[in-house]
């Protein structure tokens, strides 16, 4: 319980947190590779490799059932898929520490989740450097980590929309 309790306050908004983003450009990133591939089994029982998306950009969201501010979180991911309804864009739901496929199924159900969710391995949130929850990843077409978003900050919506944006060429 006491880790929970932590990591809730690890993942709590911070009152000095940056301005929100409003104008991205390509150049503003720096891509670094991503530790190993993040696999699993997703809600319909088949094998998933983040490779298989190359392509497309990728919000990686490691999350918990358990975890308040996941949960608060699952609108804004939606209406963040909704956002980019093409397929060069995706929500990756990657659920860790948080069950059999069964319950994770169950959860996405009753929250309404748009988006794929995957179950995935424990230990690749810790290769990933994962340490509060939701933690997010921007991966670029090539596969690359281009930004890392910790929690749920304010504004996050709006950064990852105008990241998105940029990554995919676009204007609002």
């Known amino acids: 319980m006491a880790l929970v309790a932590v990591v809730y306050g690890m993942t709590r908004p911070s009152p000095?947190?940056?301005p929100n983003m409003t104008t991205v450009t390509r150049?503003?990133?720096?891509?670094e590779p991503l530790?190993?591939?993040?696999?699993?089994?997703?809600?319909e029982g088949r094998a998933f490799a983040?490779?298989?998306?190359l392509g497309k950009?990728?919000?990686?969201?490691f999350w918990a059932v358990w975890c308040a501010p996941c949960i608060d979180a699952v609108p804004k991911l939606n209406r963040?898929?909704?956002?980019?309804?093409?397929?060069?864009?995706e929500v990756i739901g990657y659920?860790?520490?948080?069950?059999?496929?069964e319950d994770v199924e169950a959860f996405a159900t009753d929250h309404g989740i748009n988006y794929r969710v995957v179950v995935g391995d424990n230990d690749l949130a810790l290769?990933?450097?994962?340490?509060?929850?939701?933690?997010?990843?921007?991966?670029?077409?090539?596969?690359?980590?281009?930004?890392?978003?910790?929690?749920?900050?304010?504004?996050?919506?709006?950064?990852?929309?105008?990241?998105?944006?940029?990554?995919?060429?676009?204007?609002?």
């Open 16 to 18: 000095t947190a940056p």
């Open 27 to 31: 150049a503003a990133f720096v891509p």
């Open 35 to 43: 530790p190993a591939d993040y696999t699993g089994v997703d809600l």
């Open 50 to 53: 983040g490779s298989q998306l």
């Open 57 to 61: 950009v990728v919000l990686l969201d």
């Open 80 to 89: 963040l898929r909704a956002e980019f309804p093409d397929e060069a864009f």
């Open 95 to 101: 659920a860790v520490f948080s069950g059999p496929g």
């Open 127 to 172: 290769d990933y450097g994962v340490i509060g929850y939701p933690t997010y990843f921007l991966i670029d077409q090539q596969g690359q980590r281009v930004r890392k978003y910790v929690g749920a900050l304010p504004g996050l919506e709006d950064r990852v929309i105008a990241d998105v944006r940029a990554l995919l060429g676009s204007s609002p």
